[in-house]
Nanobody
């Protein structure tokens, strides 16, 4: 059974930083596209960032220049470094995995809460 587990969320002041981690038991991890999404209260889940199998990454405009996604295939882990956090970044952050770029994400974690205070 595939497991996707996020960690690293918490409470931080505006302007601060957090690093989220996501460990996924998909095999082989290096073949999977990995993404981060978030859902704020009362809003729909939205794309944050993703990273491909050859480390090509993409970002939502709202986080570009502040967030960085990376992966460590040896550890089956993807990271989201979040800098210059804003109160509007407050959300539950989800990690997801998919084998094919042109298909929906197949596996999702339970999410980790990020709260940014003003």
């Amino acid at each position: 059974q595939v497991q996707v587990v996020e960690s690293g969320g918490g409470l931080v002041q505006a302007g601060g930083s957090l690093r989220l981690s996501c460990a996924a038991s998909v095999r082989p991890f290096s073949n999977y596209y990995m993404g981060w999404f978030r859902q704020a209260p009362g809003k729909e889940r939205e794309f944050v960032a993703d990273i491909g199998t050859v480390y090509v990454d993409s970002y939502a405009d709202s986080v570009k220049g502040r967030f960085t996604i990376s992966r460590d295939n040896a550890k089956n882990t993807v990271y989201l470094q979040m800098n210059s956090l804003k109160p509007e970044d407050t959300a539950v952050y989800y990690c997801a995995a998919r084998l094919y770029y042109n298909r929906d994400y197949e596996y999702w974690g339970q999410g980790t809460q990020v709260t940014v205070s003003s």
